[in-house]
């Protein structure tokens, strides 16, 4: 993810979208592209960051805490941690980009937004040129150190990835509009989370 994020910010104007889980393997990357703009914004003048990630505020199978025969069981406590991480992840980003705004280096934006359902794939569209697409899997398990129970918690970092590029072969351009089209979508109707209030 790293490599992708990194070319990315090579450019005059960044844009990078995720739909996904909670995006932290991606906010790590973008944590450290955007506080080095703070240093030394290179050609980059312009960076728009926008995130999908699932509602937690509603009962949810994915992820959920594994009952009796593996059947999921709603878990309050777990979707509000997995809240917290998101918000954490906004906070400092917009954060960030509102630094670098008022700097008058770089106009940056960043910004989360909420889908219904469960997480179920991660993409993430680099400047409008790069797709990166995989489904994660929804049984994989994970055992907090406070509690002995297990919970359904897919993990974005094993998730395999495939890629589209613009300067790739075939049906590649068709495949990149296609996405981006469905996020540009997904985004308007997405609704502002809780901690933001209402849509800016």
């Given at each position: 993810m790293g490599l992708f994020v990194s070319e990315a910010f090579r450019t005059q104007t960044v844009d990078v979208r995720f739909?996904?889980?909670?995006?932290?393997?991606?906010?790590?990357?973008?944590?450290?592209r955007l506080e080095g703009l703070l240093d030394d914004p290179g050609p980059t003048r312009h960076v728009t960051v926008r995130v999908l990630v699932p509602d937690f505020g509603q009962p949810m199978t994915?992820?959920?805490r594994v009952g009796e025969g593996g059947k999921p069981i709603d878990d309050p406590d777990f979707r509000k941690r997995l809240e917290g991480k998101c918000q954490e992840f906004d906070e400092t980003l917009s954060g960030l980009a509102e630094r670098l705004t008022a700097l008058v280096r770089v106009s940056a934006h960043c910004?989360?937004?909420l889908y219904q359902g469960v997480p179920r794939e991660k993409i993430c569209v680099f400047n409008r040129e790069l797709v990166l697409h995989g489904l994660y899997d929804m049984t994989?398990?994970?055992v907090l150190r406070s509690s002995a129970r297990?919970?359904?918690d897919p993990k974005g970092y094993r998730t395999d990835l495939n890629?589209?590029?613009s300067e790739g072969?075939?049906?590649a351009k068709t495949v990149i509009a296609t996405w981006n089209k469905h996020l540009d979508d997904l985004w308007v109707l997405a609704a502002p989370p809780p901690w933001r209030g209402p849509a800016r």
């Open positions: 739909l996904g889980y909670t995006g932290e393997t991606l906010y790590n990357e973008l944590y450290h994915v992820p959920s910004e989360y937004r994989a398990r994970t297990e919970h359904y890629v589209w590029s072969a075939g049906g």
